[in-house]
Each structure stands twice: as C-alpha cells, then as structure tokens.
C-alpha cells in the first residue's frame, strides 16, 4: 500500500521567511496530493492541492510542486506570518475508485518566530 | 455556520463504557468519514460512507460502529472502551462521490478514556 514520508517534522523559521515541507510517497499510481493545515484545537482544513498532471501550483504565498520520477512533493510558503503557524499535513490518494483511501504523512510542526 | 459539526467537542469517560460521537454536515456532500488523530498528531481513516452506503471499514475493532441515518449524518459509536481508544476523532465529508478529495473536517472530539 501506499507510505508517505512528511520532513521535518518540526520547522522553526523567522517571520518573513519562506518555510519548505517536503513529502515522498512510494505507489506511483497515486495521482492526487493534497496539503491540509491544522491550528490548535481545529480539525485540518484543505490548503492547497495537486494533480500528477500538473507540476506546480500556486496561490497567493503558497506553492506545491510535484516531481512525479521522483516521487516527491513539497510545500511552500513564502512571506512567513504568524498565522502560519500550525501543523501541516501532506497526504496521497489515487482518484478514481470509491474505496480509494488517502494517506496522510505525519505532519510538520512549523513554528513562525518573531 | 459551521459546515460539519461534531458533539461532544470533549469525552471522558471509564475503561468499559459505551459511547457516541454525532456528526453533521450541511454542506450537502453525499460522502463522510471519521478519521482517528492519535497523540502523535498521526490521521488515520476508519470508515468511509457513501449516501449512506459503507465503503471503507479500515480493520478497526468492532467495537466501533459507525451509523449513517441520512447522508447528512455519520455517528461514531463505541462499545466497551478501551484506554487505547483514547484519541481526537475527526469527522470530514467531500463532495466527491469518489476518493478522498477535498475534504472538509470537524473539530475534533477529544475522547480520554480512564
């Protein structure tokens, strides 16, 4: 089945900044990669995601590329801003099926400093 | 207007107990789930319904009945508590009839079992 790796685990990074989340997965059928933030005391909210048809997504200070031979996607946030902090999760799933599942990773603890 | 809500945000109980979780969403996503978040913050998902229908039922003891009364509606009930079962259970629907795409969680119920 499919394992998602999620790096580091814990990011401090100086407001203003940019902050990078690196994620690897291991089925190369998965062809959906979602990035989820949760705040303290919240349940995770959908951030941002991408397609394996596409190589990089952005909005606003956020960015996702996707490097399919590799098998690897990453998560970046430029212009870091203390409501950035949070646990992020990436996760991956393969589209197209009903019983298809989403794997999370084990999430990155990004601390924004002053 | 919370889109999905879930009570109690807290659970404390004994070792042996009997409990629900009650979700809801009026979002009018005809798919929900209930994930498990353990104190490593890891997500993990252990049911999936469809319109009412299960989908996924991800070896979780069957101590953990999930009931959809309405599409709108996906209770969590657990029988015989166990301290292992103490966690965060998270509810999410998608508005995806297939896979796990863009998911819109809860708030968490915090379940401490004694």
């Known amino acids: 089945g499919e394992n998602v790796e999620q790096h580091p685990s814990t990011l401090s990074v100086q407001e203003g900044d940019s902050a990078v989340i690196k994620c690897t997965y291991s089925?190369?059928?998965?062809?959906?990669f979602p990035w989820y933030k949760q705040e303290l005391g919240k349940g995770p909210q959908l951030i941002i995601d991408?397609?394996?048809?596409?190589g990089e997504k952005k909005d606003q200070r956020i960015a996702v590329t996707l490097n399919k031979t590799a098998k690897h996607f990453s998560l970046h946030i430029t212009e870091t801003q203390p409501e950035d902090s949070a646990v992020y999760f990436c996760?991956?799933?393969?589209?197209?099926?009903?019983?298809?599942?989403?794997?999370f990773g084990k999430g990155t603890r990004l601390h924004i400093l002053p | 207007d919370t889109a999905v809500s879930q009570t109690p945000k807290y659970l404390v109980t004994q070792m042996g107990n009997d409990k629900s979780i009650k979700c809801e969403q009026n979002?009018?996503?005809?798919?929900m789930y209930w994930y498990k978040q353990d104190s490593k913050k890891f997500l993990k998902i252990m049911f999936s319904?469809?319109?009412?229908?299960?989908?996924i039922n991800e070896t979780v003891p069957n101590r953990f009945s999930p009931k959809s009364p309405d599409k709108a509606h996906l209770n969590l009930h657990i029988n015989s508590l166990e301290l292992g079962d103490s966690a965060v259970y998270f509810c999410?629907?998608?508005?995806?009839?297939?896979?796990?795409?863009?998911?819109?969680f809860g708030s968490g119920t915090q379940l401490s079992v004694l």
């Open positions: 979002l009018g996503h005809d798919t």
């Open positions: 996760a991956a799933s393969i589209q197209g099926g009903r019983d298809d599942k989403i794997i």
């Open positions: 089925d190369s059928a998965s062809n959906y």
């Open positions: 991408i397609r394996s048809n596409v």
């Open positions: 319904y469809n319109n009412k229908e299960l989908i």
């Open positions: 999410a629907s998608s508005p995806y009839r297939d896979g796990n795409e863009k998911l819109f």
